[in-house]
């Protein structure tokens, strides 16, 4: 159960972009309107809107702007129409590459996505060429500072799938997604607040870089991240820290 966290490699690195408060917040705004008009905007019933409201106030995103967003996505205030769709593609060295928009404008998404990715050595694929590796879980992230011993013996006892003991010395409960509000209800009643927690996903074979091919990727996941329509990038690259170190 301990060990380098896999996924974190790629998902823990994200680009600077990310960073950038007001892209952020556009982002949050569109998860939290759709998960709202997909399901109701009843937090209680809906763990999506539930959880894009924990991200959004784990940004300090003003209480506000969130409940106009839930209201525009159950229909009480007018808004934009929101789109879900996921593209499939290649990156540099074989990578394969997801990526889950939320778009008013599909044709100008899929020209932005297709730009970026030829832009850094990649190209789109076809639906099905690589979704069929990946897999949602959740996770819930602890600080170094929590009992290892405790919080391992919560997990499981709870039902988590694993537990994972990151390089930085911090830990990973692993969730099945059908158990992942159970489990959080569960942990949380016990005392342990995750600093982090979500739905994300994960490759069953990993693609291991170059230096070359490793700054390209990076490149492009960076210039995925920074399209407006773009929620998340997910790949099964895996960069070594000597690599990482390098570029």
């Known amino acids: 159960m301990a060990g380098h966290s896999k996924w974190a490699n790629i998902q823990h690195r994200k680009g600077a972009q990310d960073k950038k408060r007001g892209k952020l917040f556009t982002k949050l705004i569109r998860e939290i309107t759709i998960a709202a008009k997909l399901s109701g905007s009843d937090l209680n019933s809906n763990p999506r809107l539930r959880l894009a409201v924990d991200k959004a106030k784990s940004q300090s995103m003003p209480k506000d702007n969130i409940t106009k967003a839930i209201k525009r996505g159950a229909g009480e205030l007018e808004g934009v129409d929101y789109l879900e769709i996921r ?46 590796l990946f897999s949602s879980f959740g996770v819930l992230s602890y600080n170094h500072d929590v009992d290892e011993d405790i919080l391992m013996d919560t997990a499981i006892e709870a039902g988590a799938d694993d537990f994972v003991v990151d390089d930085d010395g911090s830990f990973e409960v692993i969730i099945d997604p059908s158990k992942y509000e159970t489990l959080c209800s569960i942990m949380s009643d016990k005392g342990f607040l995750p600093s982090h927690r979500e739905i994300t996903m994960r490759c069953s074979t990993t693609a291991n870089l170059d230096e070359g091919h490793a700054a390209t990727m990076i490149k492009l996941t960076g210039a995925l991240e920074d399209l407006d329509d773009v929620q998340a990038v997910f790949s099964n690259a895996e960069i070594s820290d000597e690599i990482l170190a390098k570029i």
Request: with cysteine.
């Open 87 to 132: 593209y499939e593609g290649y990156g540099p060295g074989g990578v394969a590459v997801l990526v889950d928009c939320l778009t008013d404008n599909k044709n100008r998404t899929v020209a932005d996505v297709r730009h970026a990715f030829s832009k850094f050595g990649g190209n789109l694929g076809a639906d099905g060429s690589v979704a069929y």
